[in-house]
């Protein structure tokens, strides 16, 4: 399974970014797709995740009004829109999958870089 993750860029606080997270290889029509976020100097921090019938889990409810994942399961690709980015957003995100869930997340996309400056 491989994962490709684009869409990031430098933006200004207050606009929007779509992230893309491509699929190929063998995934399971049970697997989960989560975004994940490394911030310049903090731990690598999970953002919000998509089941195959749409089960979407945030990591902070605050999120959920600026945040929303989706999912083309005929694409093979989950989205994250990210509206009303604010500075702290600012980070590496990385698209993952799992299996199944409760299962690890196995495989990681290479990153994409999202910088939001004030």
């Known amino acids: 399974v491989q994962l490709q993750a684009s869409g990031g860029g430098l933006v200004q606080a207050g606009d929007s970014l779509r992230l893309s997270c491509s699929a190929s290889?063998?995934?399971?029509?049970?697997?989960?797709i989560g975004w994940f976020r490394r911030a310049p100097g903090k731990e690598r921090e999970f953002v919000v995740s998509i089941g195959r019938g749409g089960k979407i889990i945030y990591s902070y409810d605050s999120m959920k009004g600026r945040f929303t994942i989706s999912r083309d399961n005929d694409k093979n690709t989950v989205y994250l829109q990210m509206n009303s980015l604010q500075t702290e957003d600012t980070a590496v995100y990385y698209c993952a999958a799992a299996q199944a869930p409760g299962r690890a997340w196995q495989y990681w996309g290479q990153g994409t870089l999202v910088t939001v400056s004030s």
């Open positions: 290889g063998r995934i399971s029509s049970d697997a989960l």
